[in-house]
């Protein structure tokens, strides 16, 4: 009798393990537990720890509460200003409603997934390609609502949406390059401009109290010499004022004038003479010659054949 109660003892003890062991459950602290009961869902949600469920009866699934990184892949689009662009993203969601992440869509990640490729889509062609560039706070946020509206009855919330990056055509590129170039060409050439102006405001400024003082150009003229002789030069250029020379001048005496200015001045050239004043003189020019020399004969034409 002993043995029978002590049989039925152990076998009991057993089928109570065997039914624990299939009923127990353990829910991890970043889990939460959705316990169906003949295909239906049971109100409550099982929180983090052991739990028990019916065997055979009840079905548990595991629901991941925390933060999901997705990356989206890249997308290719023309923005509103007629630019191809291929963009790339990354959401970060995480679940709220464990029974509606499992009930209301079949597999929560994927649509996400999908929702943010459209999403991305969407906001390239409604952007311009500056805002794209520089204005990415303002996308990443309109990406987030886009995305949490439809989120919102999954179980899910969207919590932060990041644009990665943005590739942009070579030609593209490269235009964008020049404009750079040519824009801080332009910013160089004013603040030269505005410097040069500022400079001669400031150099007119100090003519004028020059110019009221003499002295203040004395002084000027030191500071340059010294600051000439600190950087151990071997030659010194000493410049002279226009106002010393001045000086000079007007304490030089007046000299006599020169030999070469109290002399006459030359008479003026005489005409050419006439034709009948020209052959008079010829004619006296040849009859001194012939007092001197004796008349000239011309040989008779027998004397030069003999």
Known sequence: ?????LTVAAGAAAAIAVYAGAAARVVKQYERGVVFRFGRLRGDVRAPGFTMIVPVVDRMHKVNM??????????????RDNVTVRVDAVVYFKVVDPADAVVRVEDYKFAVSQMAQTSLRSIIGKSDLDDLLSNREKLNQGLELMLD????????????????DVSLPET????????AEADRERRARVINADAELQASKKLAEAAGVMAAEPAALQLRLLQTVMAVSAEKNSTLVLPI???????????????????????????????????????????AAQEAIEDLTGPSVEPTPHEKRS
């Open 172 to 179: 593209m590129k490269r235009s964008m390059a020049r404009q």
């Open 1 to 5: 009798m002993i043995q029978e109660l």
């Open 66 to 79: 925390q933060i999901v990184t997705m990356p989206v892949p890249a997308q290719e689009g023309i923005t």
């Open 149 to 164: 509206s439809p989120a919102m009855g999954w179980g899910v919330a969207i919590d932060r949406v990041e644009i990665k």
């Open 241 to 283: 004022p226009v106002e010393l020379l001045r000086f000079l001048e007007r304490a030089t005496p007046t000299t006599e004038p020169s030999a070469s200015e109290s002399a006459p001045p030359p008479s003026p050239p005489q005409p050419y003479p006439s034709g009948e004043a020209y052959l008079m003189g010829r004619v």
